[in-house]
């Protein structure tokens, strides 16, 4: 099964740091044709290198751990990022009726990998995504 989604990256070159979440994730493709809303994820902070990498580990609301994501920073001032995240196969959850806390299903023997690809948000940029704030865990 493929699993969609969309990813939110904070970061703060300042202070050398990301994080974000993945949210609004679906399992697609599914024997019965109608998508399942999975859990969101957040990217819990992490450090950039500075050769532009990063990586750190991923979580649920509550804190518990679900796998990791990592990447790399390019193109001029940074303007770029790619990067990778593994779900780990006990972490996998279907969403409640709210996306950040799991209804306690879990997906046995799941393993989720995905691929992310995203350029800064900019003066010119207006989408509603880049007004956000930095997603984070209570």
């Given amino acids: 099964m493929r699993v969609a989604g969309k990813t939110f990256l904070n970061v703060n070159f300042q202070d050398n740091s990301i994080n974000g979440s993945i949210?609004?994730?679906n399992m697609i493709d599914t024997l019965d044709g109608?998508?399942?809303r999975l859990e969101t994820v957040y990217l819990t902070p992490a450090d950039i290198a500075?050769?532009?990498t990063f990586s750190g580990g991923t979580a649920r609301l509550d804190n518990s751990g679900t796998g990791s994501y990592g990447g790399i920073f390019g193109g001029t001032?940074?303007?770029s990022v790619a990067g990778l995240v593994?779900?780990?196969a006990s972490q996998v959850y279907l969403?409640?009726?709210n996306p950040d806390t799991a209804s306690g299903t879990q997906i046995e023997n799941a393993q989720e990998h995905g691929v992310f690809?995203?350029?800064q948000c900019g003066v010119?940029?207006?989408s509603a995504v880049c007004s956000q704030v930095a997603p984070s865990l209570p």
Avoid: I, K
Wanted: aromatic letters at 4%.
């Fill in 124 to 126: 010119n940029n207006t």
């Fill in 23 to 25: 949210y609004d994730r």
């Fill in 86 to 88: 593994h779900l780990e």
């Fill in 50 to 52: 500075s050769d532009g």
């Fill in 95 to 97: 969403a409640g009726s």
């Fill in 34 to 36: 109608v998508p399942v």
């Fill in 117 to 119: 690809v995203l350029t």
């Fill in 77 to 79: 001032d940074a303007n």
